[in-house]
């Protein structure tokens, strides 16, 4: 069973551009979940998706949005980046939302802003 | 606020030892609980979970421990393993089903 896909991998911008990073969950998760990871902060969470609607929202500002698609695909938009926006970008899926169950991590985006 | 916290940045352990680490959370609605292991340039891994029914769960060389009345849980590992070197996460979820809120982490050292 294929894992959490992310791409791309790593990803450099500069201040001031947008970007989009992507996320297919495992075959038949419909939950996805993104997270980003910086240095000493661990993971904090930014948004969840599940069927196609965003259920709940971390303490990020409106430049990072998201969106999920009827396959469960799933993508991330910062725009107007920051240089403090570099970090790694990690998309988590699991088959619902709530409940007992884990979720399942990528391996993550790494964007740099220069 | 932080309301998952791994009070111990890094952490050595001899290999064949246990390996214990620790995790506190503030929320006393958090009912779910999990650890997961991070490798450098992969994703965070699943290890183990516990409810808060439960005060103990096991699977092979993991453990974990959950002290309701304290707000605690630590995850053991024994024998540890040079492999079981990485980033351990401490995360927790309550029973609305809000967003996991994770720990900073702690850094696992095995030597052999």
């Known amino acids: 069973k294929a894992g959490v896909t992310q791409t791309p991998r790593y990803l450099i911008k500069t201040r001031g551009q947008q970007v989009t990073l992507s996320c297919s969950p495992i075959?038949?998760?419909?939950?996805v979940s993104w997270y980003q990871q910086t240095p000493g902060q661990g993971l904090q969470f930014l948004f969840e998706?599940?069927?196609?609607?965003?259920?709940n929202k971390g303490n990020f500002p409106g430049r990072f949005s998201g969106r999920q698609f009827s396959n469960s695909r799933s993508e991330m938009n910062v725009s107007t980046l920051e240089l403090g926006d570099s970090a790694l970008y990690l998309c988590?899926?699991?088959?619902?939302?709530?409940?007992?169950?884990?979720?399942?991590f990528g391996d993550g985006t790494r964007l740099s802003i220069l | 606020d932080q309301q998952v916290k791994q009070n111990s940045p890094s952490l050595s352990v001899q290999e064949g030892r246990i390996s214990i680490l620790n995790c506190d959370y503030t929320?006393?609605?958090?009912?779910?609980f999990l650890w997961y292991k991070k490798y450098p340039a992969e994703g965070p891994t699943f290890l183990i979970s516990?409810?808060?029914?439960?005060d103990k769960n096991e699977d092979g060389r993991f453990t974990v421990f959950l002290n309701k009345s304290a707000k605690h849980l630590s995850l053991h590992i024994v024998p540890s393993q040079p492999g079981d070197s990485a980033v351990y996460f401490c995360?927790?979820?309550?029973?609305?089903?809000?967003?996991?809120?994770f720990g900073p982490g702690t850094r696992l050292s095995v030597l052999p």
């Open positions: 516990i409810s808060s029914i439960k």
């Open positions: 988590a899926s699991s088959p619902t939302t709530g409940g007992e169950q884990p979720q399942h």
């Open positions: 929320n006393s609605m958090f009912d779910y």
């Open positions: 075959s038949g998760h419909r939950s």
């Open positions: 995360a927790a979820r309550d029973n609305y089903g809000q967003n996991f809120v």
């Open positions: 998706y599940f069927s196609e609607t965003q259920r």
